[in-house]
């Protein structure tokens, strides 16, 4: 892989992430305003956990399998769905959290660990992502398992990066909200929740021809 190939590479990582935020973007602003940027790190970190075994599985070949058998995984995607509207309804009727940072056992490292690992393993489509974009930068005239530790560790670190600058987002916002209205924190966490959980019910997933 040459150095012009792996810019090209960062540039179409870096188009992908200027898009509006996803489901995994909205649970880490929800969760700092919630809990604060240091709890909501467990949340990241079970974000590129599940990455890095899409990323995994898409080497392997499971994104063909996953392309040509949507139907069979399409209850992924309903239980990831199901599960951000639980947490978002969850938050919206509560009445704690509302002086910011709660340290309630709803804010364990392992629960937000595991809400950042389902809320991206629900996502069925990120491993035919990675199995359509890795192909394009690889140089089949090298050795193979180098370039996609190449590729896969470039795209951890800015995902990674990215979810921290959402995540300072919610500090901010969390601190504005504190001075001008206490009582709306949950239910705009909760609200955020809802709000990716219809994004991932309104992907469409067709199965290749």
């Not at 150095?3 to 880490?28: H, K, M, N, R």
Request: hydrophobic residues 50%; glycine residues 8%.
């Amino acid at each position: 892989m040459t150095l012009e190939v792996y810019l090209l590479y960062l540039a179409a990582v870096g188009v992908f992430f200027a898009s509006p935020p996803d489901t995994s973007q909205l649970l880490i602003v929800s969760n700092s305003i919630k809990y604060g940027l240091r709890r909501s790190a467990f949340t990241i970190a079970g974000d590129l956990t599940a990455n890095s075994l899409q990323m995994t599985c898409a080497a392997f070949g499971l994104a063909t399998v996953i392309a040509t058998s949507a139907y069979a995984f399409v209850w992924i995607k309903w239980i990831g769905v199901v599960y951000l509207a639980w947490i978002g309804l969850q938050l919206f009727c509560s009445r704690n959290g509302t002086d910011g940072v709660d340290a309630s056992k709803s804010g364990r490292p392992f629960r937000l660990y595991r809400q950042g690992f389902i809320t991206s393993m629900a996502n069925p489509f990120a491993v035919v992502f990675f199995g359509a974009l890795f192909p394009q930068f690889i140089d089949p005239s090298s050795s193979v398992l180098p370039q996609l530790f190449i590729l896969g560790g470039t795209y951890i670190i800015v995902d990674g990066l990215i979810l921290l600058l959402w995540g300072l987002f919610g500090i901010r916002t969390a601190s504005v909200l504190q001075r001008h209205s206490r009582g709306l924190l949950s239910k705009i966490c909760g609200s955020l929740m809802i709000a990716a959980a219809a994004l991932l019910a309104l992907k469409d997933f067709e199965p290749q021809k």
